[in-house]
Structures are given as C-alpha cells and as structure tokens.
C-alpha cells in the first residue's frame, strides 16, 4: 500500500534534509523540484536524481512523457525504492504535473512525499489536499530521506607515479634517452619498471614469435598507462637483443590496446555510473557485456522469461554468468520496462541490434571513462596486430 | 587574490590601496567568511555608496577559495543571473544555451567549484532569478557560497520567502558618523586625519553624508595635496566646489 502526502517543513529542516538525503541505492530518490514552465524538466529531474546524466550521449533526445514515465517507474522499481521526494515541490508550474509521476511512483511501489516550506494552505496546498495528498505539518523530512548508506564511498584511484609521457626513442638508445630527458624522479620510476622487465626477460628470453608474444601480452596484461607500455616493449627489446634476438613490433598497436582494455571486470562504482544513461538497456547492455556475453551467441538470444522479477537469470545453464550486486537492479529494471513496452515472455529481453550494443559499449567507455573486458572468445586477439616478429641477430630477416 | 572573473566587479569597487575599514565593513566581512566556510547565504544590505560591494569584492579576494562577482543590470532579463554566473564561473560564453541546460551545467559546475558566488544588485532581480539560485543551491546541496549584495537587498529577498528563510546571516551597512567617520576618512587621505575634526564634519554635513564613497571622490579630488599637511578647511571647501560642480553639470 503507497501513500502519498505534502509535507510543509522548517525551512532549516526541509534544508537539511535535501542536504543528508540517500541515494537510489539506499531506496529513497530526493528531487529538488526547479522553476520550469515545461514538463519534461520535471521528468528530468526525477530521472537525474536517479542517476541520469545530461552530459551523456543519448541524454538530449526528447522521448516523450510516456516514456519518461516508463523509465521513472522500471528504474524505481528496478532499484526498489521505498520513497521518492520531491522537494520544494511548490516550484513546480502546473501542479496537475505531479499526477502521472504519483501514478508511476504508485506503480512502482513506492511512496511520493512533496515537501514544502512555502506555506502549508494556498493552491499547492489545496490541490493536493484534493488529490489525496493530505497536507502533514510539524514532520522533519529527514525522517523520510536520511538513511544509514550501506555503499562504501567510491575508493580513490590510486595514484599513478608512473609518467604518462616516456621517450620514443628505438630501443638501443631508449634508456638513455629517458635518462637525459625525465625528471630525476621519474627517471628512478621508470628506471626501476625497465630493469626488472630486462631481468625477467634476459633470464628466459623468447626464441621465437610465439612464445614473445605470449611474453609480451603477459608483461603488458596489468599495464594501464602508455608510458609503462612503451618501457615494457623497449626493456624486453633491449633484452632480447642481449640475447641474440631482435623482437620487432608495432608498438602503436600494444599502446592501443593498453589504452583500451584494463582486462578486468566493472566494480561497483564503475556499474553505478551506468545509471548516467537514462535508458536501462544502455547500462544493461554494457553489462551483460562485461559478463562475457557476445551478441549473437547469448544477448540475442535471451528472452524475457530468462529474466526472473529478481534480476536473474535462468535456464540453460545460464545462472553461469555471474553479475556483481550492483548490476541486479539493471536487469530489473529493464525487464520492468520491457514489460510496460508490452513485451511478452519469448520476446527479447534486450531489443536491440548488435550495432546498437556495440554502441553502447563504446559509448560508455567513452562517456564514463570505464574499463572494458577482452573478447570473451579471443582474449587475446589484440596482440595479433603487433605484428611481432623475432629474429636471430646475425641472420637477414 | 581568488576572484577568477573581474569583468563583471564593478569600477567603483576596485581598490587601489587597502580599503577604509568601519565597523560596518568589519562586520560584514567576517560574516561573508563564515558564510563561505559553511556554504551558506549571507545578505549584505545598506543604502549606495557605504561600501558594501567594495566590502564584498575585497573579501571575495581573501576567501581561500575560487570567488566570482556577479553584478545584475538595472532590469536583468530572466536568464541573466544564471547566463552571468555561468560565465564567471566557467569563463565560457553561455551562447544559445537554454534555461534548462544552463540550470544542468551550473548543477554539475557549482559543487566541483565550491566557490563564493556574490550577485551584487540583487534587488534588482525579479523572485524568478531568486528561485533559481534557491534552487541551485538546494540542488548542488549546499556545495557553494551565495553573498546577495545590494541597496534594499534584506527587503528584496523578503519577496521570495524561500531565500529569506535560507538566508544564515546578514550585515547592514550604514553613512558613517562621529568617530568612525574620522577613522574612516583618515585612511583614505593622511591630510584627513590631520585636519581639524570641525573642517571634516562641516564637508561630511555639506556633501558627503556619512557615505565613504563620496569621501572617496574628494580624496581623489585632493590627491594632489602634500599629505603630511593638514587639510584645511579652504582645501574641503575647494574639493566641495569640484565635487557640486560635477553634480551640477
């Protein structure tokens, strides 16, 4: 049973409550209502206080009230929030505006509470008092927003003491160079990275393609930064030529690819920040993704009776793939959505093109700055494009 | 200094030299201060030319955070407290941004800023200007410093109780008078402070009127004058000729 109701607060109080409010992840949405003569703004909002951003690809595109009001409803319910709070709601241009957002609060299963502390009679007042909104006075709001989070704040990345910038020197002159050219204590940095990649390498050094670009793709698997790319290529060069080989690749190629690819899983920081993308199937998309999902093979192919109300999924082995906590309420909420859409339960649970998906993949590491997983089939398909080749020093190529 | 944007400080409060501290300069910067430690709203109110935006320009650039003056015309236009503050804050034009996008740009840019944002003349904008920067500042929870400035400003935001209401301190300034003024004007001009008390009232009586910005006029007037010499009363009622001249003409 969901109630809805107008709150007339303390200023102070109504103050502090949209200052201490929870998060989406804590079951409560507070909106801060602005002055607006549209209604989509409103929508907007609410879908910002979400977690939408405007700033996002895909965010300038006008869909509709409807479906504005789906995706508030599948994302309420998708994250199962208890209360949605609309604060100041008395700058809101039309109070008629609040109906259909009660209604797909209701829907969702949630509470709406409309705060104020303009006055608690006049027209504002007086319209929700007519539309089953009783007028509460004396209550602190806080009651209704601050909760006890159960999120750890996002961890801070470390710090990267590596420089981002090296030589690009060829490899014989490469130290050298770095020397004349870094700082004293950058230089020590990478010094310390170039040495212990020449020491590992000279110890056992690779005699043929192979093996090299096994030794490579391993020595680069952790990297993220291109100048700890550039002195593993140059320290394994420079010792697989002390040891009678000359190793030869493109290095723009290995750069790419450490440019591109942590190799690891989303965390729950980067999985959260989906909910930038105001539509659930972006976010869910690039999560099934990061599962190890491929379009044709598996996406295309779930259904919507795959997908229990829960978030999960069944049948056919396919409880295998596994999703950090945080991706549940994604997968919720766009089965939520794909049902309001009318979808049956053999119609897809994701209907979109494997060309819409790879967009979204993209997009999100381009918008959100996240990490991304190797092709699930072919982890290790990058290193083909460094062309590497190894040979003998003392013989012709 | 830590005001990013001076395009928009007006003339009249740029300070060449340290500013004439009263009592109510005193007061109204210690309170600006602590509003921008707890990012929080402060008025500062007083009739024109007692040094209130001078107050407030001069705090902003000791505040140890980024600082923007934002000054509303005589009849803003509605977007203008936000395309202005746009502008101060992020240094860019705001184009053909629409009210909408300049309310998201801003939500995202005030909590990453963190600064004090001073709209001066603010009782010149209508309650829409006013629910905007409530709004803002509600939405960004806090996440920077509002200073309102301005002739009646206390009486202004009383329009838009939400603002009032939101409004931690205020300071009011006041024409200076007896002691405060001769203090006052001793710093602006070493000649004031030598001269007879009697000399200084008379000129304060005639055309000054407690205000500091009128004081500030006839210092300019008197620049020329050896400073370690007493002003004299001839020396006043010269710079009184120069000064009703302009207001004659």
């Not at chain 1, 009678?244 to 750069?255: I, Q």
């Not at chain 1, 997908?307 to 596994?322: I, Q």
């Not at chain 2, 200094?1 to 400080?9: E, G, L, P, S």
């Amino acid at each position: 049973m969901t109630t809805s109701r107008y709150l007339w607060a303390d200023p102070a109080d109504h103050s502090r409550a949209i200052r201490d409010a929870g998060t989406v992840d804590d079951g409560v949405v507070l909106s801060v209502v602005r002055p607006h003569r549209r209604p989509y703004t409103f929508h907007q909002d609410v879908l910002a206080a979400i977690g939408a951003r405007h700033d996002v690809r895909g965010a300038t595109a006008r869909s509709g009230a409807g479906r504005e009001l789906a995706l508030v409803e599948s994302w309420l319910a998708g994250y199962r929030v208890d209360t949605v709070v609309l604060a100041h709601a008395d700058m809101i241009g039309v109070p008629a505006w609040i109906g259909p957002v009660a209604d797909a609060v209701e829907a969702a299963g949630a509470d709406l509470v409309l705060v104020s502390d303009d006055s608690a009679d006049g027209p504002f007042a007086d319209w929700c008092d007519a539309n089953g909104m009783p007028v509460e006075t004396g209550l602190d709001p806080s009651l209704c927003t601050v909760r006890a989070s159960g999120h750890e704040p996002p961890a801070e990345r470390a710090g990267r003491p590596f420089p981002v910038h090296v030589p690009r020197a060829a490899f014989y002159v490469w130290r050298a160079r770095a020397r004349d050219t870094l700082p004293p204590a950058d230089f020590a940095v990478v010094d310390r990275l170039y040495r212990s990649v020449f020491a590992s390498v000279v110890a056992d050094p690779p005699g043929d393609a192979d093996t090299a670009t096994r030794t490579i793709a391993s020595l680069l698997a952790d990297k993220t930064g291109p100048g700890e790319c550039v002195t593993v290529v140059r320290a394994t060069q420079a010792a697989m030529f002390t040891s009678g080989f000359f190793l030869n690749l493109v290095t723009n190629a290995a750069l790419a690819a450490v440019r591109a690819n942590e190799h690891r899983r989303l965390d729950g920081h980067e999985i959260r920040s989906l909910r930038a993308y105001a539509e659930p199937w972006v976010g869910t998309a690039v999560l099934l993704h990061d599962a190890g999902m491929e379009y044709g093979a598996n996406m295309s192919r779930l259904r919507l009776r795959h997908v229990t109300p829960d978030g999960t999924l069944t049948g056919n082995r396919r409880d295998a793939w596994t999703f950090h906590d945080d991706a549940i309420p994604f997968l919720r909420a766009q089965r939520h959505l794909r049902v309001l859409e009318g979808a049956g339960p053999d119609d897809p649970f994701l209907a979109r093109s494997g060309r819409d998906v790879a967009d979204a993949v993209r997009w999100a590491r381009s918008d959100l700055n996240l990490s991304g997983t190797a092709h699930a089939s072919q982890p290790d398909q990058w290193v083909k494009s460094l062309r590497l080749t190894v040979t003998p020093v003392g013989r012709s190529r | 200094m830590t005001v990013t944007d001076r395009t928009q400080v007006p003339f009249s409060a740029i300070l060449r030299d340290d500013p004439a501290v009263t009592p109510y300069f005193r007061d109204a910067y210690a309170k600006i201060r602590y509003a921008t430690e707890e990012n929080a709203i402060v008025a500062i109110d007083g009739p024109p030319g007692t040094g209130k935006t001078t107050c407030a320009v001069y705090a902003a650039d000791r505040v140890a955070r980024p600082a923007v003056i934002v000054t509303m015309s005589d009849r803003p236009a509605p977007l203008d407290v936000l395309r202005h503050s746009y502008q101060a804050v992020t240094g860019e034009r705001c184009g053909r941004l629409t009210r909408y996008d300049l309310g998201n740009l801003l939500g995202d840019t005030l909590p990453e800023w963190g600064g004090l944002l001073v709209v001066d003349e603010l009782q010149n904008a209508q309650v829409s200007a006013m629910k905007e920067l409530v709004w803002l500042h509600e939405t960004t929870r806090g996440g920077f410093a509002l200073a309102a400035v301005g002739s009646d400003v206390l009486e202004a935001v009383a329009r838009y109780p939400q603002l009032e209401s939101r409004v931690l301190t205020s300071a009011t300034f006041a024409p200076l008078e007896g002691d405060d003024l001769l203090a006052a004007v001793g710093r602006l001009h070493p000649g004031f402070a030598l001269a007879d008390p009697a000399d200084v009232f008379v000129h304060d009586r005639v055309v000054c009127r407690g205000l500091i910005r009128t004081w500030a006029h006839t210092a300019r007037v008197l620049a020329d004058d050896d400073p370690s010499v007493p002003v004299t009363g001839p020396r006043f009622a010269w710079a009184r000729g120069v000064l009703m001249a302009r207001r004659t003409a």
